[in-house]
């Protein structure tokens, strides 16, 4: 069975729909959503409704913890809160009693998953280094731990009690003497210089799980974000993946 694993679609349709797209290609049989389907972008609404629709486990993440009101947006900077104001005034009622029902983390097969950090899923922490990441691996007993939130796609991998160390690869075949933090990267907002669509791929046969990348119109999304008068800054970040 081959799985799928996003996160962090931020609003943002055309990279969501992209991904739909190639979750179909891929032929993924199981979706999983890590959490931030709203803030930042242009189309909220479509966006919960798509992610209601298609995945099974549907996690929050901190903007969307804003958006229904459990996080104060005194948390957030300057463009998240603008974007925040923006999401507030359209969310519908049917959409924000669908993110009431999103769960703080979850578990399947071999895997857990937290939008943002095992440790403390609603401190809404960040795990940005492999110091931050050995910590973590305290905090869970599956194989396996995913997450989002940075925004940056990255395999750690952790051998028995040594050190946590980065995978060369955006793949790696679960080994047994290992663990596993996997941050799946962004749907809808890419921070990693890549402007391409990030999720996760896990395939239970061969037992590889890989970062997938996929190119979607973020110029049509720019111009959406122009539009509604949401920050020139989140609007340029989408196009250099920043
Ligand atoms: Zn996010």
Redo the contacts with the bound molecule.
Sequence with gaps: MRIGFF??V?SNLEALEACLDDFKREKLSRLFFL??VV??GPDPNRCVELVEKRSEIKLL???DAAAIGLLSIDFFNQYAQQSMGYTSQVLTEKNLKRLNMYQMEASYDRFKMV?ACPKNPSSWGYIFDLEEAEENFKYFEQQVCLI????RPVIIKKYRTNRCEEAAHDFVKLDDDYRYIINIG?VG?PRDGDPRSSYLIYDSESQIVHIKRVEYEFEITQEKMRKVELPRFLVERIAVGK
């Design positions: 996160s962090d931020h959490g931030d803030g930042y993440g901190n903007h939008h989002g939130h940075s925004h962004s907002q």
